[in-house]
């Protein structure tokens, strides 16, 4: 267990009364820990939020040696504040760790560093629907050195904030548009980490998509740029024939947390669940024969984005008349009441504050 030091803000912000928008407002802590070669995570403190000071040759700015998570805390009616399956976050940060040469960090670490900056700042918790207090663990290399190497000093820090659907509009179905020329990733590279390198891969592919009137783009393999692989902020399924069928995790998709919650739910439900390769060719046959029920996403941020509309290669394709389909709202009313605990939590998902 963590011996965390507490330093209180002298300075209390005062909290947000009007729109939050996401991840642009910040709460008054943050929680830090730091990393030496030959002595291991130390020092775990949370102090006011602020600044960070780094050396300019810090690795990370350099080599981009940097991982992320993403987690949300909620707040009920009741005023008691949940984590939704924060072990599983804990988890992946290491699994991308582990690709990144980062040091790992002990999955009830992470957790305790969390839950206790949480409850510090549990004030700062919306409680207004569609709205929740967003989570960004992060970690560092902050080495002195231009060599190519790994870092042997890393930053942990944990940064949190009160936030607003990452869509501006709940449940209401965006338009995406399918990138047939950039790719984002490829089996044996980093697609599978939460590493900023893959979200700056996108960023072209995504200006392209705003400037055609989408929200975001759907991602094509990188090698026959066939095969589906994920949307750039979220895991991607389509209910086909009342079954559900979304890509395989093949070392070169995010293994999104959200996306296994969705799953489990479905096959409890009674539902058929696909996890295999899907080509665009495939999908777009499925629409025009009518089999394409629903086209959703899935991820922390938005937890479920119906998709009313595919753009490619010059075609819309409209799925469920660009309308929010059953299942997309069921799985959005399901996930969000277990994590704000407004209904039973028979997973154990649910983690209390």
Known sequence: MLNIQITPNPTLSPKPTGAL????????HMFLMDYTDGIGWHDPRIV????LTLDPSAQVFHYGQEAFEGM????????EV?????????????????????????????????????????DWVPSAPGTSLYIRPFIIATERFLGVAPSKTYLFCIIISPSEMYYTSTLSAVSIRVEDN??????????????????AASLAGQKRANAEGCAQVLWLDGVERKYIEEVGSMN??????????????NGSILPGITRDSVITLC????????????????????????ALEEVFGTGTAAV??????????????????????PLSKQLYDTLTAIQRGECEDPYGWRVNV
């Not at 949300?72 to 005023?79: D, E, L, Q, T, V």
């Open 21 to 28: 928008g996401f991840g642009r407002i910040f709460t008054d």
């Open 48 to 51: 006011p939020y602020g600044p």
């Open 72 to 79: 949300k805390a909620y707040k009920n009616a009741s005023g």
């Open 82 to 122: 949940y984590l939704f399956r924060p072990q599983m976050n804990a988890r992946r940060s290491n699994l991308t760790n582990d690709r990144l040469c980062i040091p790992q960090i002990p999955e009830d670490d992470f957790v305790q560093a969390i839950t206790t900056l949480v409850r510090l700042d549990a």
């Open 182 to 199: 950039y790719v984002r990733a490829v089996k044996g590279g980093v697609g599978f980490a939460k590493t900023g390198g893959n979200y």
């Open 236 to 249: 991607i399924f389509f209910k086909i024939k009342g079954k559900l069928v979304t890509p395989a995790l």
């Open 267 to 290: 096959k409890d439900w009674g539902y058929e669940v696909e996890e295999r390769p899907i080509s665009i060719d495939e999908l777009v046959a499925h629409q025009q024969s009518g």
């Open 304 to 325: 479920i984005t119906p998709v009313g509309k595919l753009c490619y290669q010059g075609e819309t394709l409209t799925i469920n008349s660009g309308e929010t389909g």
